[in-house]
């Protein structure tokens, strides 16, 4: 390649010391940074990480690693802060929000002395005003981070909302300063109180004095095909983690066949008079005791989608105003509220009046275009809405909740309306002032939909969007949004607030966009630096035509993830209200009737439903696409800029993709870096094996091949690649990267060492493997629909199978002694690395797959109903116990595995006591067995470790596992303490206990 000046990002990054920092600025608890509160955006990057992969692409390999740290917000040791405050939590102690003895990495900013100190730095590549593009910039994170490194910054989205939303998040704080704070303050308080003058009468009040209602659980409903009664559904009745809760009450009436039965509810304050649940997998059971009845899954969709399914109230959420405390001078303590629970009376139900009110006012709404009738996209790739009977977008909204947020549209209209009588007109502060209060009616709306649900772990209702899907929720919270202090004045309370912490961590004091200026009349903020440009564009990626060739320093992105995320088709959630809010203000955004489908580029099954080969297809669409947009951010990229990609996703499939369409667009990837951004409390990882590693993979265009080059055979470049990962695999492990992630994160080096010597061929065809796994029309893979499967060709996948077989020898080796190098069988060493790589007994199916392959293993025949169950599109590990009940268990003498023997020594030791495991290893010679030694070895260095050794339960899934673990350690210490070493990671956990 030609030799241009090296980035920082090419030779190092302290990925521990970001990883903590990331994890820590995500951690549930803990206020996230204001842009992530603002709105609702799926999959955003930590800013943290986002200011290191901006910065770090746009220095200089030697500049000093101590300042770019500092500058990061890193001002301390956190590896270290992270050992002592585990030892803390162990010892019961709380050490406080100065834990780290710093704030967090993202609340700082650089002084003018660093910002001085960069330029210099910068000046010494040749970038006198760096210049960064995101092409895919989302929720905005990585352009956020450019403007606070005073970069001339490039943001661009294909989705309006995002769009929208990153106009809130940094062009309108920098460009307008404080006095959008106040403005949108007045605008919000006035919306607000007319919305109450309007609908307070829709909530009634509490009858006890000092008491408000807080929030509204209601339960959907259909009729019993049975016995005619109203069935309440709910997977359970849980409300509080203390055992309060419902119990369900059925009112028979004149018998079977009365069409009036029904259920009341009591508040009860035990998990024991708790009512069972009354759906689950989608069937309901009728709780009548007279019937009794499972209806199934498409009874209950077929009463749905024909206008049969209701919701009735269960329980009301309510606040008790304690009795006034006082300082010892006198003063009144800030008042506070106890949280309770009561069954609904008939003043809480006022659905006659609602509906009534609806009925009055659709029609005018409709006329007026207030509501979203849109209809919810049948070609989409979770329907749920309309299987269960809401097949518009307003039918995600409860009468009651269409009320409120039809009323906000309609005083919305007046206020923009006032905004524009007023002699000035409508200003540009103005329309962004009011921009913001659509935002917080988005806020609310994702608060109160009939896609919420009630934690009862946490006492709080989660908002629509707490997972990327549309996941149908049995039950529902409704919040109290008409209440003073809750509803319309929480969400303009906490935007307000978000605003005054954007502007202040946007540094509107150091930093001001070029064509910053006056709102009303509010000077923004001055500064004594020069104007920073900024350009926010809406539309796809590969075609920036207002960006000039060859005048970008770095492309820095997060790109879209394959097909984890589907964001238009969540953001049509938002979408159809903003355009009936924020449309008025910003038009050119909310043209289209929905969100882009055809264009984005994510692999969207979706778009070729009933195709051959859909899944192959959306894959072949999502590396055309991302090719696309690779190739513009060449066009733009200067001769020796760099492109870094924050890329999240465990799927080979997906690496696969994302590096055809780097290579297609003529990148070579010259760096990798694996950072732990994901909080290990977040939804979509706890308790499974999502990965929870963000890879920087930094990518230089590559010379055009010449003939004389030749091509590349996979045969001499295979060691190589191997080489590559294995010497660089120890030091992501130094850099706290583990379990699935480990292997994730040796994808780049691979890649790194492949996409330098594209093209490659094979010398020798590969083996033809046999094909046993039984797959449907849409999940045939490309090669076999389009009839291409040559023998020679070589993809990227061969480079991360190659990855993954380097970090399988080398996890094995480190799992067992050096002194007893014994072979273990394949089903034993999958299951050995399925447990080290995933750290959980549930995985994704085409991941156990590629693992089998690895070690030589048919998934289907060999692993699948003798050491684990297949389910959905995951895979479920098996415990001894669980092994033995379904009679899976081979021979004992470890004849067709290892792990059978050690399973069956486990199982002994747990059903009858620890002398029965030992006189089976006796019985069968175990002892004396090297292979079995090494098997034992390894398998407990991977099991969970059990309370007993830790403190503390494991995970409720891990739980059986660590109780083999349990077993096996008291086994190996009663008999095989001279043969077989204390495992590793307990004498970890011992010796931290030991330090405490």
């Known amino acids: 390649m030609k030799d241009t000046a090296k980035r920082l990002i090419e030779e190092w990054l302290p990925i521990a010391d970001i990883g903590i920092e990331s994890v820590r600025e995500r951690t549930p608890m803990t206020p996230f940074p204001a842009p992530n509160r603002l709105h609702v955006w799926w999959a955003r990057r930590p800013l943290v990480a986002s200011r290191a992969a901006v910065l770090a692409s746009l220095l200089p390999a030697d500049a000093d690693r101590d300042i770019f740290r500092h500058v990061l917000g890193i001002q301390g040791d956190p590896v270290a802060a992270k050992r002592r405050i585990a030892k803390a939590t162990r010892e019961g102690v709380r050490l406080g929000a100065d834990a780290y003895g710093y704030s967090r990495a993202f609340s700082y900013s650089p002084s003018e002395r660093e910002h001085i100190w960069l330029r210099e730095e910068m000046q010494k590549l040749g970038i006198h005003q760096p210049t960064v593009l995101d092409p895919t910039a989302g929720g905005g994170a990585i352009p956020f981070e450019a403007l606070r490194l005073r970069c001339s910054t490039f943001a661009n989205d294909i989705n309006p909302v995002a769009v929208l939303v990153e106009k809130a998040t940094f062009e309108w704080p920098t460009k307008f300063g404080p006095g959008l704070v106040d403005e949108v303050k007045r605008l919000g308080n006035q919306l607000a109180s007319r919305v109450r003058e309007r609908l307070a009468w829709t909530f009634p009040p509490e009858s006890e004095a000092d008491c408000r209602p807080d929030g509204y659980l209601w339960a959907r409903t259909i009729h019993c095909p049975y016995c ?33 039965r029904y259920c009341s509810f009591e508040i009860v304050g035990s998990i024991r008079e708790q009512s069972d649940g009354t759906v689950k997998g989608g069937d309901a059971t009728c709780p009548y005791p007279d019937c009794g009845r499972v209806i199934d899954s498409d009874q209950v969709k077929k009463q749905a989608q024909a206008g049969g399914m209701g919701e009735q109230l269960f329980a009301v959420v309510y606040k008790r105003r304690l009795p006034t405390e006082y300082t010892k001078t006198g003063k009144p303590k800030k008042d506070k509220w ?3 629970y009561r069954p609904p009376n008939p003043v809480d139900d006022n659905s006659a009046a609602i509906e009534a009110a609806i009925a009055e006012k659709l029609p005018e709404w409709e006329a007026l275009d207030l509501v979203p009738n849109e209809k919810f996209p049948e070609v989409c790739n979770d329907d749920r809405p309309i299987q269960y009977g809401m097949p518009l977008w307003r039918d995600l909204f ?46 609310l709306r994702d608060y109160n939909s009939r896609m919420t649900r009630w934690i009862s772990n946490r006492e709080v209702m989660a908002n629509t969007f707490d997972r990327h899907d549309f996941a149908f929720k049995w039950s529902y919270t409704e919040m109290a949004s008409m209440l003073e202090g809750r509803g319309f004045d929480w969400a303009f309370s906490l935007v307000v607030k978000c605003i005054d912490e954007l502007i202040d961590l946007i540094g509107a004091g150091s930093a001001r966009l070029a064509d910053a200026g006056p709102l009303f009349a509010t000077p923004a903020a001055t500064s004594t630096s020069a104007p920073v440009p900024l350009h926010i564009s809406c539309g796809s990626g590969d075609t920036l035509a207002h960006i000039s060739s060859a005048s970008v320093d770095a492309v820095v992105m997060d790109p879209p993830y394959y097909d984890n995320v589907m964001y238009a088709e969540l953001s049509d959630f938002f979408y159809v209200w903003l355009k009936r809010t924020a449309g008025l203000l910003y038009p050119e955004l909310f043209m289209a009737p929905l969100t882009d489908k055809e264009n984005e580029a994510v692999a969207n099954p979706a778009l070729h439903k009933g195709k051959k080969g859909a899944k192959a297809l959306a894959g072949l669409d999502y590396q055309q696409k991302m090719a696309e947009i690779f190739a513009e951010c060449r066009r733009v990229l200067k001769d020796d800029g760099v492109m870094t990609l924050m890329f999240t996703h465990k799927a080979t499939g997906a690496w696969d993709a994302l590096t055809k369409g780097l290579i297609d667009a003529g990148f070579a990837i010259t760096a990798s870096w694996p950072i732990n951004t994901e909080a290990e409390g977040s939804l979509h990882i706890k308790d499974k ?12 265009p590559r010379p055009e091949q010449k003939p004389e080059d030749g091509v590349q055979y996979w045969e001499d470049l295979e060691p190589r690649v191997k080489a590559a990962v294995r010497q660089r695999i120890e030091q992501f492990q130094a850099g706290g990267i583990r379990g699935v992630d480990l292997y994730l994160s040796c994808f780049g080096p691979a890649l790194e060492e492949f996409s330098l ?27 076999e629909l389009l009839g291409e499967d040559d023998p020679y060709s070589v993809s990227p996948e061969d480079a991360l199978d190659a990855a993954r077989r380097e970090v399988k020898a080398w996890r094995m080796e480190k799992l067992t002694s050096g002194s007893r190098r014994a072979q273990l069988d394949p089903l034993t060493e999958w299951f050995v690395l399925a447990w080290d790589a995933f750290e959980a007994p549930q995985f994704p199916f085409d991941e156990a797959l590629r693992l089998a392959r690895v070690v030589g293993l048919d998934l289907d025949k060999d692993v699948v109903g003798v050491l684990a169950e297949k389910k959905a599109s995951d895979l479920i590990l098996w415990d001894s116990s669980t092994r033995a009940t379904k009679g899976k268990l081979g021979s004992p003498d470890g004849t067709r595995s290892w792990i059978d023997a050690i399973h069956h020594c486990a199982h002994r030791a747990r059903s009858i006591d620890l002398n029965s495991a030992k006189q089976l290893l006796d019985d069968n010679g175990l002892a004396n067995s090297a292979d079995f030694l090494t098997a034992m070895e390894a398998v407990l260095e991977v099991l969970p470790l059990s309370a007993r050794y830790t403190g503390f339960d494991p995970v409720k899934a891990a739980a059986p596992a660590a109780s083999d673990f349990e077993a096996l350690e008291n086994l190996r210490r009663l008999a095989l303490a001279e043969q077989v070493p204390a495992p590793k990671q307990l004498e970890l956990v011992l010796a931290d206990l030991a330090e405490a």
Not at 232 to 248: E, F, H, Q, R, Y
Not at 406 to 412: C, D, L, Q, R
Not at 760 to 765: A, C, L
Request: glycine share 12%; with cysteine.
């Open 228 to 260: 005619a009664g109203k069935v309440p559904l709910s997977p359970n009745w849980k409300l509080a983690p203390d055992g309060t809760g419902v119990k369900v009450v059925p009112h028979l009436g004149d018998g079977s066949g009365d069409i009036s």
């Open 338 to 340: 106890e949280r309770g």
């Open 398 to 443: 409860s009468p009651r909740q269409l009320l409120c947020h039809g009323t906000s549209v309609e005083i919305f209209r007046e206020l923009v309306n006032e905004q524009m009588a007023t002699p000035g007109g409508l200003s540009d502060g103005g329309r962004a002032a009011l921009a913001y209060v659509a935002l917080a009616l988005d806020k």
């Open 689 to 700: 094996s999502a990965a929870n590693s963000t890879i920087f993979l930094v990518c230089r």
């Open 757 to 783: 010597h594209w093209p490659i061929k094979r010398g020798q065809p590969k083996p033809i493997e046999e094909k046993t796994r039984k797959r449907g029309r849409a999940q045939l893979t490309l090669e």
